[in-house]
């Protein structure tokens, strides 16, 4: 990408409905559901939560001019952040918000109503008990910067499961302390998974980054993250538990995928920072994951995308087994860090990420990519497989989530604005047709 040229707008562009978005926690999160999509952010401790149709315009069957919201007092903190949203039989979902070690739940009829049978009064909340951990050489830029993308040291994904079950991951992302979670369709903890509900994710040697989570076909779940730190080496990972919670042995190596920078073609003493931050699970049972790979010596920076089989193995039909990166030229900074990864029709894989330059002051633009099975970049995507897109033409877009609903539209959300200041952003969810 040239770094003069104009970056183009997506096919659909709507912001959140709801009534003071540049109030938001600035963390929005987008679902298809049927033909429609649901929008989550938080107001301080609140939910909110908005159904739109698909051209983006408000849904007014839904709640108060298309959006509902719940107060989620224990929090301990003013401003959780946006955990997910899980799809309910009904047409509604269930929302959550959270912080490294608290997650609040409710569950949202189709018309909007908050179910006050979920939990007490509305609520579910769990705290879990969090230890802490060193944060020394762990995500940050290569000179120190915070910049927007790697600032939200907090992070957390929910994932449906069998039977209306969920997944949910808890932590801090500077300090390694991560748990996972399984509840049960009314929220609670299910003590089936580990006897308790709750896992905690831990490699028995190394510092572990566990930030995303999805189901497996048994009942399990995979997580994945980065194990180490900078004085140590950083290597990606896939860990496997099962339905118990017990670690999946089989998986893997002792219930390990671990692959490290050689392994995509840097030596160790170039590498600066390495996160895998997302992971979808494919249609032959195998898992694909994607983040951020900075090597110094030159300077690069690049999107990794990882691809294992379901027996946690890598793939060797998907880029030789070996993880893909990504850059742009002209000195672009590009990561998969914040932003997500989908399997698309006939095992193609798409990414979102974000496009940094900074010659013109700070710009942070969408960067969508598609692989086609193999792991080859999809000509007929964009330019040769890559798109760079500015929602509302705004400077910069720190993206939240990528989904491919039934139709294979890429959907994407986040939050964007004229500048780096939370203040002027508003949240938005945008469409490729």
């Not at 003013?78 to 918000?97: C, K, N, S, T, Y």
């Not at 762990?138 to 915070?146: I, K, P």
Request: proline fraction near 5%; include cysteine.
């Amino acid at each position: 990408m040239g770094q003069n040229k104009q970056a183009a707008g997506f096919d659909i562009e709507y912001r959140v409905p709801f009534p003071i978005p540049e109030a938001t926690n600035k963390n929005t999160l987008v679902l298809p559901v049927g033909g429609k999509r649901y929008l989550l952010d938080g107001l301080g401790k609140t939910i909110m939560v908005g159904r739109v149709k698909h051209d983006g315009t408000a849904d007014l069957t839904f709640g108060l001019r298309g959006f509902s919201s719940h107060n989620i007092s224990e929090f301990t903190d003013d401003f959780p952040r946006a955990a997910g949203l899980i799809p309910q039989p009904d047409g509604g979902v269930i929302a959550g918000l959270y912080n490294a070690s608290e997650l609040g739940l409710a569950r949202f009829k189709l018309n909007g109503e908050v179910d006050m049978s979920f939990g007490q009064a509305g609520t579910v909340f769990h705290k879990v008990e969090k230890m802490s951990a060193s944060s020394a050489g762990r995500g940050r830029n290569n000179d120190g910067r915070q910049d927007s993308v790697f600032s939200s040291a907090v992070l957390a994904a929910l994932a449906p499961a069998k039977d209306g079950k969920f997944y949910g991951v808890l932590g801090n992302r500077l300090a390694g302390d991560f748990s996972l979670l399984r509840c049960l369709a009314n929220g609670a903890l299910d003590a089936e998974f580990n006897g308790t509900g709750i896992v905690s994710v831990k490699h028995p040697t190394l510092d572990t980054n566990a930030p995303a989570v999805i189901a497996s076909a048994d009942g399990g779940a995979v997580v994945v993250g980065t194990l180490g730190d900078l004085s140590v080496g950083m290597r990606g990972f896939f860990c496997r538990y099962k339905a118990d919670g017990s670690l999946d042995k089989t998986f893997g190596e002792e219930g390990y995928s671990i692959f490290d920078s050689v392994s995509a073609g840097i030596p160790h003493p170039e590498l600066s920072q390495m996160e895998l931050a997302h992971v979808a699970i494919m249609a032959d049972g195998g898992y694909v994951a994607c983040g951020y790979l900075t090597a110094r010596d030159p300077w690069r920076f690049y999107g990794m995308v990882v691809r294992i089989d379901a027996t946690g193995r890598p793939e060797q039909s998907f880029n030789g087994g070996k993880p893909l990166l990504f850059e742009l030229p002209d000195g672009v900074e590009v990561d998969f860090l914040e932003g997500g990864i989908a399997e698309m029709a006939d095992g193609k894989v798409a990414v979102a990420g974000g496009a940094v330059t900074r010659n013109a002051g700070y710009q942070r633009q969408v960067l969508l990519v598609r692989y086609d099975a193999k792991g080859v970049l999809d000509p007929t995507f964009g330019e040769q497989g890559w798109r760079i897109l500015a929602p509302f033409g705004d400077a910069v877009t720190n993206l939240r989530g990528l989904q491919v609903d039934l139709e294979q539209k890429v959907l994407v959300s986040g939050d964007s604005g004229p500048d780096n200041n939370p203040s002027s952003m508003k949240g938005f969810a945008a469409q490729l047709d």
